[in-house]
């Protein structure tokens, strides 16, 4: 039997500033080393100011994740030496005195599966190493603290996951959950990262580190798992160590430093005192609190009767569920999902187009409403879409600019269909042996008509007069 | 123009037109020079004291000056000056200059102090005689042989040899009271969070706290005004509702209940000390104080305690000192980590690398349940002990020392005999409540101090007290 644990790490980049000093958050656009204040580089005589937001967002975390949250919570020092920990001490939280943590004791169930959350806390980021050449032969090492002091939640599961792929559905949906709580930005380098645990059957508990992206976890873990298995059938034990994921060789190699003998002489952090989380603390959260994406896709199945694999998709990225949010009423609801689930997730599928483009709301209901008034037929508003997204300009405008509008009616629809079925006499005559060639033939007619005919009237008609149907 | 006068005395005849800041800034600097070749009070100086005080003279004219008009103040080396080395008399920030003020400094600047020096310690506050300065000891100027006390020694020679009129020290088990008691001047520990900590170099900052020491109590008490109060930089601090410390320091002690703590002024206590404190008993019973015995039984751990607690809280708090951001100048080229850490720690002195090592061990997964967790769960019973007797009496009174001054090397070699110094002192620390040393006999030229200690917020009460035990006495001038 195979047991999978996690501790996740999820940056607040959504705050403004770090955990306990005034400095940005946001440390990524900073040359290096101009992020920095006395506090977070940890100047004698500096002292941690909590930043009280922060304590807020991980109270959300620990509310989605169902977890318990104590009446008062505690900060302690974790003791160690590294050049990138500016204090040589870092300010985290530590449940072996009592609960006194952001969350313990929480639950989400996956595929039917429960994984129990045993800890959330909130903590500080260490600074960054940069290395010159490779890490083993580097000479040079280079700091840069500018990521020192921001805020950093971390989750700890139990070690409830079976296989690798359990822990992708897992990390993808807490992915899209932090998300949509409006803490973090995934998308953003080094807002989530994963470090695992692994023990097989009769074996020890193996931790991993140095695992970039969740990507690189789910193939460090399956090469763990196989280094494991391979050492218990040649009845060699399985001893508990740190292993670090060489990302070049892809395999998993021992620790030099034994993080098992490390002490880290926890004790409180005098600098902050205990914080009370007031019942007034969580009911102003939890009217906060956004709607989860499992209440979202229920809305949209039994309110606006969206399709289930569309209203799966469409609630899970947040991006997208905020334009919709805005965007929609009760009757073009349904055509707006449309729109964002088929073309607009192609036309934006990375975080730099989605910074880029210039589409509203307003777009889309515009766009939504125009193709129920038969205003403009799917085809052309793909083109239009598209045109928002990079121009920005009203609807109106580019349908006249690109003459996309004036969709034609049955009556004209029918002569172009007369016109294509003289051109292609031929065509018609296989129609009995080769009933595809009607699909040939529509899209002859949509051509001749350039996408201003509805198709499922072109269709229609086209059957009619082929006494087909 | 006598150098002697009181924060007090200073301000009105500043503001009656008899002296000038300037004057009395350059007489400070002249009587600093003169004196302290022999007294070693001063780390660093203010090259531009004079000028600064000159500005504040011009500025009284225009009506726009802060309470303290020039007053020349020192401050103890622990506590950031912008723009000034702060070395905490460590070679490990012998080149730092600090950044940034503390928040009493710039609470103290915009009151238009004028800042004279920086004053010695032992490094990092851990000591109880100057003599662990890595820049050498200060003298007691009642008899030059003498320590004066510690960790803020160069305060209390300070201010005791006139040499400022007020100064700030750092008390985490004693460090204001001891060498105030020492040098016969006021040291008051404030109740922890009365005073922001932001810019205080942390040695124990769970229990540590900055306190005015001057010559009067009403200086004292005009020095908190200043500086006390909630402050966004330290989250430890509390409002104290802007208190006036100053109005109703005259209000007595008439009715007032005071326990005398059994363990502090009866087992191991000096002769002329213990008589001394009876003196001061006698003498408050006179102006209408009544007085009971208390027994804190915890006090007996309490040294033991504290030496715990702190030298975790310093194995933390100094481990940022590896000189890769700041410190002193060392080539770190050429080691892997941890042999650089180590060698660039070298440079801690005998004492702070005696506690480092002391809060390795204390707190570690091995170690905690027989000591650190015990230390806390002494702490925390002790606290509880003396808010139990602070139900049924106003404060308590003790010897702040129960030992008279000694000589230099008398004690530095013998690290349990100066823990012991500590017990009457750490108490406080321990609890958080609020102490105060006033300077109250001599014997044979050295001084003695007497301690009251509080409830928590009545540093005000506290100051009353000691403002009547004060006047209770006529001191004699310093020799120097």
Redesign the interface.
Known sequence: MIKIGLEIHCQLTNLASKLFCACKANYREFAPNTNICPVCIGLPGSLPMLNRRAVEKATLISMALNCKTPERIAFFRKNYFYPDLPKNFQITQYDVYGHTSIGHDGKITIEGKEIRIRRIQIEEDPGRLIYEGSTEKTQITLVDYNRAGTPLVEIVTEPDFENPKQVRIFLNILVDLLANLGVSDPSLEGALRADGNVSVKGGKKVEIKNVASFHDLEKALHFEITRQQSLMERDIPVISETRQWDDRRKITVSARTKEEEQDYRYFLEGDIPWVRLSPEHFNQLKKEMPESIASKRDRYITKYGIPEQVADVLSSYKYYTDLFEQAHDEKNAKEIANIITTDLMGFVDTREKREKSKLTHHHLSDLANAIISNKITRSSAKTALLNMVQTGKPLSSIISEQNLGNVLDELKISSIIDEVLQEESNAVGEIKEKPETVNYLVGKIMKKAKGKADPAKTLDILKKKLGIG | MSLRISALKYVEEIKNGSITAEEFVSKTIERIQKVDPKLHAYLSLNDKAIEQARAVDKKIKSKNVGVCIGMPISIKDN??VKGTK?T?ASKM?ED?V???D?TVVSRLKDQDAIIVGKTNLDEFAMGFTTEFSAFGPSKNPWNTEYVPGGSSGGSAVAVSALECIASLGSDTGGSVRNPASFCSIVGLKPTYGLIS??????YS???EQIGPMARTVEDVAFMLNIIAGID?????TVDNQKQDYLKEINAGVNGKKIGIVKEMTQEGVDKQVSSATNKAISNLEKLGASFEEISLDMVKYSVAAYYTITA??A??NL??Y?N???GYNFDLEGYE??SY?SKARRNFGPEVTRRMILG?YV????H?GRY?LKAMKVKSKLTSEINEALKKVDMLLSPTVPVLPFKFGEKIDDPIALFLVDINTVTANLTGKPAISVPFEFSNGLPIGIQLLGKPLHDKQLLQAAYALQNTVKLPEVPI
């Open positions: 506590i950031c702060t905490c920030l730092f600090a950044p940034y503390a900590r932001h810019g205080l170099i942390s900052n769970s229990i966004s930089h330290d989250n430890t975790t809280e194995g933390s481990a940022r590896d890769l951001r700041y980590f941890n850490i390795g707190p570690s997964a091995g905690a650190f």
